[in-house]
């Protein structure tokens, strides 16, 4: 429960109780005393491999309450973290809402078909032209051109949905080169290289999957219905659920429309944001130079196992070096092989070194979660994306071709980069948030010891400028 949250209980309600539409802030504090013994205080517990094999499952009443507790069953506190008045969901906000599980599991499942699912399809879509590049080039497409130049998900479920969507660019990766070796036996058809014919395939599959995207994907849980979409995607009662468990898990993803324009003054202070400066130099560091290396199945494996790791221990720190410590000792063994070695031993080595975790979804939700505000976690999430691809710059520089066919400086410079990423950067950034975490902690704490208690607090809430991060009542995850 965060420092927010309320402890106060009173008369309990039916999980199935009606509804009220509250749309705005200045209702009444009676309207919040509501029935709270029956909430949720228990953290969600963690996806955990070993029991989804062994079919390890503690008892669950489906038909139970499955609404947790959150900062809008405060009837003195709540009422400073309400939605804007043009929140595009508000006129499904009720902080009175209550759902059983059975009700919730269902509608995450729906989610994950109706969105996360052909988000999927569409990001693979993408990296289709991505991929195809490389593919053609096989073909003769540089010398041929003359060109010789080298708001659905909590906190707690968009980690492992992000992994899954990255999985879906390493399976593109496998469908392209199976489209590629068709597409380029097409070489002298129309008497046209191989290569166009692949970037007119590949072309149209994206052109056609992202005029799909733009009819099919909306652009919140109470948007779906439109003239091609009568009936929607989900029932009144869904939508609700929806909005409700949401805004419970992340009182700030209501304090913006989702098609309101970011002021250039937001869109500084995000960038300002020191916060989160240290998630874009850890990541893009590392990936400077492994981004260079292609996986496929192997990577997909260890990618979703360590972000499975990260939620259930609910670390990113440690788990996020993990992508490090896994790639050391390949990178030393690599390293330490004499200048003509054994083609087999060679071939191990670099397996077990294309097999990395790749904690990019880890650090992206990661990132997501410590911006706080929805205008703020758009920016830094751009931010973020910049560093790593810029990161593919400085990658063409490691492995040069005065260094081949070993690279033995090449290797040391990984080295050197995954050892300060290990010793010194992801400590650091541990220390960092607990200290900044520590630093929250006493201000706001202190508040309540005082005389004033609850007054303080209230004059804070109703006073700050503070936005996302900078709010007294926000805490880092690492």
């Known amino acids: 429960m965060s420092a927010t949250e309320s402890t106060t209980k009173t008369k309990p309600v039916d999980a199935r109780s009606s509804f009220s539409s509250l749309d705005n802030k200045d209702v009444e504090v009676e309207s919040l005393s509501i029935g709270t013994d029956d909430l949720v205080d228990a953290e969600p517990k963690p996806f955990r491999f070993t029991d989804w094999v062994f079919h390890r499952k503690e008892p669950l009443d489906l038909d139970s309450n499955a609404t947790r507790r959150s900062v809008y069953d405060n009837p003195d506190l709540g009422k400073h973290y309400w939605p804007k008045a043009d929140y595009e969901n508000i006129h499904r906000f009720?902080?009175?809402?209550?759902?059983?599980w059975r009700e919730e599991k269902a509608l995450v499942r729906k989610i994950d078909w109706k969105v996360m699912l052909w988000a999927a399809i569409s990001f693979s879509a993408l990296n289709l032209d991505r991929n195809n590049l490389s593919q053609a080039n096989s073909d003769n497409f540089l010398p041929d051109l003359k060109m010789t130049t080298n708001d659905f998900y909590t906190k707690n479920e968009l980690p492992i949905r992000l992994a899954i969507f990255w999985i879906s660019m390493n399976a593109c990766s496998i469908l392209a080169s199976f489209i590629a070796f068709g597409v380029l036996h097409m070489r002298g058809v129309a008497g046209k290289a191989g290569w166009r014919w692949l970037f007119l395939v590949e072309g149209l599959i994206t052109l056609i999957v992202g005029l799909l995207t733009f009819f099919k994907m909306p652009p919140s849980p109470t948007q779906t219905k439109t003239w091609f979409r009568p009936k929607g995607w989900f029932t009144e009662r869904e939508e609700i659920i929806a909005v409700n468990r949401v805004l419970r898990d992340d009182p700030t993803k209501g304090d913006m429309h989702n098609r309101e324009g970011l002021t250039l003054k937001r869109l500084w202070i995000a960038v300002l944001d020191y916060d989160l400066w240290p998630l874009y130099i850890a990541f893009s560091t590392f990936q400077t130079n492994?981004?260079?290396?292609?996986?496929?199945?192997?990577?997909?494996?260890?990618?979703?196992?360590?972000?499975?790791?990260?939620?259930?221990?609910?670390?990113?720190?440690?788990?996020?070096?993990?992508?490090?410590?896994?790639?050391?000792?390949?990178?030393?063994?690599?390293?330490?092989?004499?200048d003509n070695p054994n083609q087999w031993v060679f071939f191990g080595l670099a397996s077990g070194l294309l097999s990395y975790p790749y904690t990019h979804p880890i650090q992206v939700a990661w990132c997501s979660r410590n911006s706080g505000a929805v205008a703020s976690r758009t920016v830094n999430a751009s931010l973020y994306n910049m560093f790593v691809q810029a990161s593919s710059v400085i990658a063409n520089q490691v492995y040069r071709e005065d260094d081949a066919p070993m690279y033995h400086r090449g290797n040391i410079v990984l080295i050197s980069i995954t050892l300060f990423n290990i010793v010194i950067m992801y400590p650091s950034m541990k220390m960092y948030y607990v200290w900044r975490n520590k630093q929250r902690d006493k201000i706001w704490n202190a508040m309540t010891t005082q005389p004033r208690g609850l007054q303080d607090k209230e004059e804070y809430l109703m006073t700050t400028t503070d936005m996302g991060n900078r709010r007294l009542d926000f805490r880092f995850a690492h």
């Not at 009720?94 to 059983?100: E, Y």
């Open 94 to 100: 009720d902080p009175k809402a209550r759902w059983t």
């Open 290 to 338: 492994l981004l260079t290396i292609p996986s496929s199945v192997a990577g997909m494996i260890t990618m979703f196992l360590v972000t499975l790791l990260s939620e259930s221990v609910n670390d990113r720190t440690w788990t996020a070096s993990t992508e490090n410590i896994w790639a050391l000792p390949f990178l030393i063994a690599i390293y330490t092989l004499p």
